[in-house]
């Protein structure tokens, strides 16, 4: 991606990229390497036909609700389902030559999809997808799980990368310490495991990035049984709707500054970050119900960062509008233009 964009037509040595659609492609591609031993290429027809259905998925979400409307076969409802169906014949296609060359030795089992169809042992996977072994997971079910990692690995990433690109544009004093930090600790060199654990000043901001602008909004959870959370009982059957958002620009939680971009919150850690030490950070969730993905997402984040830092410096274009709004993340709605001029 850095190389692309120091080959494009600049100017003094500078170029405009819109943040946004350059991320989407970079998490895209990283999650399909690290998931499923693709690249975006590969898998660029699936996320096309995922977010689509998801802007759709959305629309019905928003509007009124009437019973038994969504079996009904209108112009969109017959489109969900066809895009509900060619996702999962991409994805059945890619589960299946992984199992094959798994069979025959012809892949190395290092990426996610490998790694769950080795410990299900899938060599075995029964013909009928419906079926359920003793402890296993389904064909179908293994396809379900893919959607679910292809849709979460690359979205909220991007949302996060492309709202710290924005904020460091807006703040180049602390663009400057982000810098100064990772060619201390990295060089010019492309940032190692080890130098990731030291980028102390990178990890405050992006900290702050997420608290200022969680890619997910909002948390969701569901009352399967009567539940005791403090003095408040949660019958059975009920919704809770935890909103991250709101609560990270609480000033109640998080002083008269709330809405301040100011990375020392979190100079001793994220357990002293919140007003009188309260927990009021989860953008990944917490508990047993913490977002799997945390500390990939963070490595993907801070790497992105580090060698974009390394190679540019930023600014924000005079066309740039600061809109976020949502759909399924955290998103600029007219896209994030920036400036870059290389270093």
């Known amino acids: 991606m850095i190389g692309e964009w120091k080959s494009l037509d600049v100017t003094h040595g500078t170029c405009e990229v ?3 659609v350059e991320f989407q492609k970079l998490t895209a591609d990283v999650i399909s390497r690290a998931a499923f031993g693709s690249s ?5 027809k699936m996320f096309e036909l995922q ?17 038994g409307l969504r079996f009904v076969p209108t112009k969109k409802n017959r489109r969900r389902k066809q895009l509900d169906k060619e996702i999962t014949l991409i994805l059945k296609e890619i589960v299946q030559n992984k199992m094959n060359a798994m069979k025959t030795g012809q892949t190395k089992v290092d990426d996610l999809l490998g790694l769950m169809l080795q410990s299900n042992n899938q060599n075995n996977l029964p013909e009928h997808t419906t079926s359920k072994k003793s402890n296993g997971l389904t064909l179908d079910e293994v396809i379900e799980e893919c959607k679910q990692f292809y849709l979460a690995g690359q979205e909220t990433t991007s949302s996060w990368l492309t709202w710290t690109i924005i904020v460091l ?7 400057e310490k982000a810098r100064d930090e990772i060619l201390e600790v990295c060089g010019k060199k492309e940032p190692s495991f080890e130098a990731l654990s030291h980028l102390k000043i990178v990890t405050m901001i992006l900290n702050e990035v997420l608290r200022l602008y969680p890619p997910v909004i909002a948390q969701y959870q569901h009352a399967y049984k009567e539940t005791k959370i403090g003095h408040i009982t949660i019958p059975a059957g009920v919704d809770l709707n935890l909103p991250t958002l709101l609560l990270h620009h609480d000033p109640a939680l998080w002083g008269d500054d709330a809405e301040e971009f100011k990375p020392e919150r979190f100079s001793e850690g994220i357990s002293k970050a919140g007003k009188d030490n309260q927990l ?24 992105a960062v580090a060698m974009i830092l390394q190679h540019f410096s930023l600014e924000l274009s005079s066309s740039y509008t600061h809109a ?10 007219h896209g994030a233009h920036v400036k870059l001029h290389q270093l």
């Open 51 to 67: 977010k689509e259905l998801i802007l759709l998925t959305l629309e019905a979400m928003q509007s009124m609700y009437i019973p």
């Open 169 to 175: 544009a807006m703040h180049p004093e602390w663009q």
């Open 18 to 20: 819109d943040m946004w």
């Open 40 to 44: 975006y290429e590969e898998g660029k």
């Open 324 to 333: 976020p709004y949502t759909v399924m993340t955290l998103q600029p709605q």
């Open 280 to 303: 009021a950070f989860f953008p990944f969730g917490w508990g047993p119900r913490t977002c799997i993905g945390q500390n990939f997402a963070m490595i993907e984040t801070k790497i």
